[in-house]
């Protein structure tokens, strides 16, 4: 008889694919698990913290909400809202699934022990006690004065559209207590290199560029947000190239006042911002919070590099609020009724952000 039930625990077993128990795993109590968060009585971490606390390489493909985490040659593949997860190609049942709130996924504790310990083979890192906060934030209107940026086939300009935005996110974000500059107020042409050297004068903790696309094809649109990387695809390197093309107007004034500009692009090298994990989350973040609220197509988190986010020693992003090329939203962009939305989006998730970042401790390793 007891053979019958170990062969039919097998087969179930076999079909279902593996499942972690989190009963017999013991929660350490270090400053990754010490700040959970609950969900149906579970305790559970944030996906990215996870990763940043034993400094794993991550990837979050937005198309097919596929999360995947790796170390070396081993990975483990996670979605939100799914009990199912994927361990170097195996299925493996969890008993928990992964939580999706507020454009954050979050691991149960237990699960994400197993996988550090159990797949990774990693020995838990001392927490470095340092307390983040996040009171300064920077905004840069994108262009301005004698470089409109884009200009749709009507006269909206990028210009004007990126700076009314950035003037109501200004006032929300003030009413939440937080100290906001705006690298501009007014149609002035503002050198690209000295809106980080700004940014960084204030000692701001974020750096929030925004801008209005374009494309020589009038069906393109929707929303993306990038930070500071390599170029992800073709669009992403064409459109830093746009957006960089400010740099002419640079040559003019260093000309006359005889200075010259450090983010020339010709002069960069492959190092990475500082922040450039930080930047990647907060770029999620506006990114998941945003683009659905809007009701715009989804084009994705990407990586470029822009001059704009170069020299910001901070966590750094650029945001396009959509296409001045698309008859749609052009229309759309030119109500203040729908710039109001999105000035209304994009300060409800950095104040998210703010949240996670500051009870985490900036997810210190």
Known sequence: MKKHIVLVLIILFTLSGCTFHSEIVRVPDVGLYNQSVMFNGVRYVSVLRFCDYYNLDWDWDLVSQRIEV???TSSVVLRPDSDLALVNNK???LDNPIEYKDGAAYIPVKTAIFVSEDIFGLKRPIPVRKYYRIKTIVIDPGHGGKDPGAISRYGTKEKDIVLDIS???KRNLEKQGLTVYL???????IPLYRRTAFANSKNADLFVSVHANASRYSQARGFEVYYLSEATDDNARALAAAENASLKFEEEIASQDGTSSPANPTAWDLLLSEHRRESRELA???YNMTADSLGMRKRGVKSARFVVLKGAIMPAVLIE???LTNRREESKLRRTSFRDKIAGLL???ILAYKREYE???????
């Open 91 to 93: 299925p493996v049942k």
């Open 70 to 72: 790796k170390k070396g």
């Open 183 to 189: 690298t501009r107020d007014r149609d002035k042409f």
């Open 167 to 169: 003037k109501r996110l």
């Open 359 to 365: 009870r985490t401790d900036a997810w210190s390793r």
């Open 284 to 286: 999620y973040y506006i």
């Open 321 to 323: 609020v959509g296409f």
């Open 347 to 349: 300060s409800r998730s």
